[in-house]
């Protein structure tokens, strides 16, 4: 067997759950092969979450445009014993060819709205389900967390430093992105900063001063190869770092353009007071002060409160891992086949039936609520859904540059009513109300079901 | 720029935090370059959590053998205008040369334990730390859990149905190898089938029923193909389903051979019971219950408590996010610098310097404590840290069939002492114990470092 880190699963159809393949061989055999609709959907706002971040539909669009099974994925197939021939031959041959409609990344959403809306023929629908469902997934709850975490830091700098506590190194690239997409300045991931663009920043850790005989020589060699750098004080004791930033700036005088401590440890507030103080008195007022260690939203804004003289927060794990709500209890279901609607009725898990669209109703510059109606009413408010895929082909409007997803999720966010902004829940939650016509189509199609 | 999901990030040596770049080039500067170890250790058990399940050694490995920098790194790494081009010709040249002893993949670990120690150039050390971090970090996270819901199933089947919830496409085929290794039977993501030979498994999803006019009708279709299959009886009314399969082997007499249903919604507990009795009242006691919806070891272990005739479960979100714990503190420090022990003082994040060893103990087939010491003591127990590469090169006893690991962490968890068995946090927790002569070596640096 070959190395499995040398391959890249974003582009193996074959990431996929093996009930779809068994299904799509089902649909084949039983020419079930009618245009399907399938709607991605979460059906509860996660615990402590007042609104969702849409993202990861850019990873969905070029999943699809490269979506197929190759020699390898069917020979692997073939071996265990239940695909047929001429099954495996339809897969060597398909590519996906269907429509999508999506809410653009940045958007903020709420229960029951479709995200992503396929139309296909049933059996290219079924087979993305996984993907599709896992980058949104992971996408969108980055972005909600990433959200939250700029939100607390009320203006100050916030930035991505979870790469390494990230589920993966793919999830640690996408964190970078979604925390930028969500208002962070940047991240530390550089690979992230390569493929997309970002910002990237870094200061220096324990490693280098500990290699160093001595503390302040290793500030001191530091910042003759970055004049402007960060200077990381807690490797030993904080004040005492914070002291030899002050010996250093006396050294050096006029040539000392340190920009900013980090402070990793300790009470942080009670410690930036401090190191603030100093640098005051000494008269570098020019130096910032910045912050990590564990941090997330509700720390964050705890140290906002307190006043701490804290100009930037670095995060890492807590973003990274989204700590206090990691999923999303996102779900791909099929809503329309062959024309005619589809529900299911399974208790605890209600969902509306048929091709929906979503529209948003706000006032005064704030979102005030949400309708969810057929895809064909003509209701009030902004329509969220739009076409971004035609035939398998990405619609030009659906090549969006990170940095206008950035404004575009800035602009969700400052739309926000007040509550919303809160990191608690606010009651009432946002409102999203059913049309008259759809919940018709629920009464109707939910007698049909219990009548069968 | 090229689209950034084609780039497998697992093959990036620019998937690093930033400042480990700079912090290279000032060791280049400085001609710091004599060998450095690193270890990667925890501080903390996670919350609830009575052991770790060490793993990702494999990828890690991997990586190092395929570290290096690309042209287009290093022209990337030029645009940011901080880089010297003799720092950028020197990492042009880099590959990974270094030693490194680990914890083989499956062991039981706890704080404090070193699970990987790489001895290196500093510069190389530094530079392979976030990828290290990341990889043991999330197979680590990911196998503890599956080991602890395999534990609660106390020996019903568990498959792994996580990957459409798992942080991106490659957490989720690390998840399927993570369960595995940790005792789940398999997987549902046909990828990690392909890539690691876990055996992968499958049922159906509401949207087959769905896609026909008659639920029966869908059964009776999917058993024509697969014969042996397993049914999902919930999309309208759980009950009326298991009815429907009593149905369908009394039309199929002999050639009925469903062997199981599925369950996903609702009382899980209460359907099993009446499913289980329905079918045995129609001479089905052959046919298996399967249970799927949001489950997690806590509420298997009351399903199996409750004595519900559940024969196997799939587990997918809260095992795929690790919901309860989904990070462990794990930090990658410098313990030795040029043959000089080394130690930060960062208040609440204590280590200990030096290379060091983990010594196990064990006493009539469980282990009972464990012994930190210097790498050099001679220790009662089992050494736990073995050497898997040399010179860059990896050992051939670092080859491990996964089939191997997974029997070897089987073997781990039957020597756990019982409390630590449990779900619950186990009081005291498992014993680990610093030799005197490592307490010791903490004392002297202490005092030397604070002298400074």
């Given amino acids: 067997m070959s190395d499995p880190d040398d391959q890249n699963p974003l582009r193996q159809a074959v990431f996929t759950d093996l009930y779809e393949l068994t299904m799509a061989q089902a649909y084949d055999a039983e020419s079930l092969d009618r245009p399907a609709v399938f709607e991605l959907h979460f059906r509860q706002m996660p615990k402590g979450r007042n609104y969702v971040v849409a993202a990861g539909l850019e990873s969905v669009l070029s999943y699809l445009e490269h979506w197929h099974f190759t020699d390898d994925d069917l020979d692997y197939l073939r071996s265990h014993g239940v695909f047929s021939e001429p099954f495996l031959d339809r897969l060597a041959g398909l ?129 003759q190869l970055y004049p402007e750098t960060t200077l990381l004080v807690d490797t030993y004791d904080t004040l005492a770092g914070v002291h030899k930033v002050v010996e250093l ?92 609607p589809k529900m299911k009725l399974s ?43 035609q035939g398998g082909k990405r619609l030009s409007a659906a090549r969006v540059p990170l940095e206008d997803i950035r404004q575009h999720a800035r602009e969700e966010l400052d739309r926000l009513p007040q509550p919303l902004r809160s990191l608690q829940p606010a009651s009432p939650p946002y409102a999203v109300q059913v049309s008259d016509r759809l919940r018709a189509d629920v009464e109707t199609l939910r007698r049909e079901l219990e009548s069968c």
């Fill in 347 to 389: 208790p605890g898990k209600p969902m509306y039936p048929g091709r929906k669209q979503v529209f948003r109703i706000a006032q005064d510059g704030r979102i005030t609520r949400d309708l969810l109606g057929r895809h064909d009413e003509d209701l009030p408010g902004q329509p969220l859904l739009r076409p971004v895929m």
């Fill in 95 to 223: 590519a996906f060819t269907g429509d999508v409609m999506a809410v653009p990344e940045g958007t903020v959403v709420f229960p029951d709205e479709p995200l992503v809306q396929v139309e296909a023929p049933l059996l290219e629908a079924q087979l993305i389900e996984t993907l599709v469902l896992n980058q949104v997934h992971l996408q969108s709850v980055l972005a909600t967390k990433a959200a939250r975490v700029v939100t607390a830091a009320a203006g100050r700098t916030v930035i991505d430093f979870g790469s390494r506590r990230a589920h993966g190194a793919e999830a640690g690239v996408k964190l970078a992105r979604a925390s930028y997409l969500a208002g962070a300045v940047g991240t530390s991931n550089v690979l992230a900063g390569k493929l997309y663009g970002i910002p990237v920043f870094g200061t220096m850790a324990h490693s280098y001063v500990q290699a160093h005989e001595d503390e302040l020589d290793a500030f001191d060699r530091f910042q």
């Fill in 249 to 340: 700036s006396r050294r050096l005088g006029q040539r000392f353009r340190v920009r900013a401590i980090r402070l990793d440890s300790g009470n942080l507030a009670e410690l930036a007071g401090k190191a603030r103080k100093i640098f005051d008195r000494a008269g570098l007022d020019g130096v910032k002060i910045f912050a990590t260690s564990g941090l997330d939203e509700y720390q964050i804004a705890e140290l906002v409160e307190s006043g701490a003289p804290i100009d930037g927060v670095g995060v890492g794990t807590k973003l990274a891992v989204a700590e206090d709500a990691p999923y999303l209890d996102l779900s791909y279901k099929l809503v329309e086949y062959d024309g005619r």
